[in-house]
């Protein structure tokens, strides 16, 4: 029973917080694999699940806009994640934040609890603008496709009112809040103190990643916050530097006697300045918007690892607890912890880049500095000398101090943040995650183990994981096909 002959029936059950679902598709959303929270939330059952198209779970509130952005990421090779409502086997609804992982020929997903409220109800927000519109011209016998595109299209303008100049911004903000608030409110990855076994030692393995990965969150959001204020410093100084040459214009202005001129010697160096250091703030600027992209990115790679590897812990806990259903874990988990590798790599490319960008951003912010230093020394040179028991000569001294102080601040601000994301900025050591990721595959046997006496795996013997079989193949997926 597709969504199409199903009517919500204006109930909603909750997911709680440390539910994670997953699922595998093929490269067409044909469901491959589905753990047995995806089968207790969808309140199908797990033989129809599989082989299902995943748009199965799909609630008509949800806009065909978002399912076209969805599938043009991922058909692309990058992860995406959203928020969703589904619909139930029984008419009922139930809310999820969904992340789609690129993974060999199909798609890995992993859904838990919608945890930010403002990100949640701003995306909903949008949604409902949006599918009426896609919902009118279908009534006027638009095709789907067609609709989805402007669908799509209406989703970005709105997301770029909102602040968010594309898709790709919303989900590297959303992502990492998702998974810090789950980090805040979840118990965790379970822990099994009497377990023994090869499940037993991956589960450890999971534990000791989760460790790992928290630091990298932390050290990331720290670089994060750092470069956004690097960012937001850098104009207020391309402000500041134009003040300066208008300030040093209007006191020539009003020396009509020439009673200034020897501070006006020094404001025209310090006015000249100008338009040498424009271009080096465009230039700076442009980096740092760069190293912001960049560290977006990166949290959002880490926030997925983040995800990913809890979901392990809880499917190997499960196993270990012989929860009904949780046989099904051994494909997943093989499958998680290729997601993992995979991702840690392009991780650690991301972090190397990102301390290459704080490099040549705190060059630039070393070359502004010693472009103003010498004006700013000749100005500060005259106010020591400048005779302030004259009137006129003690206002413009007091204009002129304002300004080099405010110039001053504006420097000095650059520089320590400079050295703060220089500090921060360096490149992530990935051994320990790649050494537990590797004892993961190996034993999950997703890789073959390097001498295979050392990984028998007997403790999963008694887990055996059914074959899947799929039945007919349907049709390749429209963009209206859901997650």
Known sequence: MHEETRTPSGARHEVGVDDLFFSTTDARGIIEQANSVFVRMSRFPWEQLVGAPHNIIRHPVMPGGAFKVLWDTCEAGQPFCAYVDNLAADGSTYGVFATITPLGDGYLSVRSRPLVDALHDAAFSLYAAVRPEELQLRAEGVSAREAAERGAAHLGQLLAEAGFPSYDEFIWTALPAEVQARMEQSAGIPQRPDAIGTLAEMLTASHRIDAELRQWTARL???????????????????????????????????????????????????????????????????????????????????????????????????????????????????????????????????????????????????????????????????????????????????????????????????????????????????????QVALLRSMSGSTPPEDPVDYQRPDWDDHQWPEHTHGEVPEPPTVSQGW
Do not use: K
Not at 325 to 335: F, L, M, R, S, T
Not at 377 to 401: E, G
């Open 221 to 435: 959001a720290q670089l994060q916050n750092v470069a956004d204020q690097l960012l937001a410093a850098a104009p207020v100084l391309r402000e500041t530097v134009a003040s300066n040459e208008q300030t040093a214009d209007r006191i020539r202005e009003a020396d009509s006697s020439g009673a200034f001129a020897s501070v006006m010697v020094y404001l025209r160096v310090w006015a000249d300045m100008a338009p040498e250091i424009a271009p080096v703030l465009s230039q700076l600027i442009d980096e740092l918007n760069e190293l912001h992209a960049s560290c977006a990115q990166t949290r959002f790679r880490i926030a997925l690892a983040v995800l990913h590897n809890d979901t392990v812990g809880q499917f190997l806990a499960e196993v270990i607890d012989n929860v009904s259903g949780a046989g099904d874990a051994g494909p997943a988990i093989e499958a998680l912890c290729r997601a993992l590798d995979e991702g840690m790599a392009q991780t650690q490319q991301m972090a190397a880049h990102n301390a290459e960008l704080a490099a040549t951003a705190g060059q630039q912010i070393a070359s502004l500095r010693d472009l103003l230093d010498m004006p700013q020394m000749m100005i500060r040179s005259w106010l020591a000398r400048a005779d302030h028991s004259d009137p006129s000569t003690h206002q413009v001294a007091d204009t002129v101090n304002a300004q080099v102080e405010r110039t001053q601040r504006d420097m000095d601000l650059l520089g320590s943040l400079s050295g703060e994301v220089s500090g921060i900025a360096v490149p992530l050591d990935g051994t320990l995650i790649e050494q």
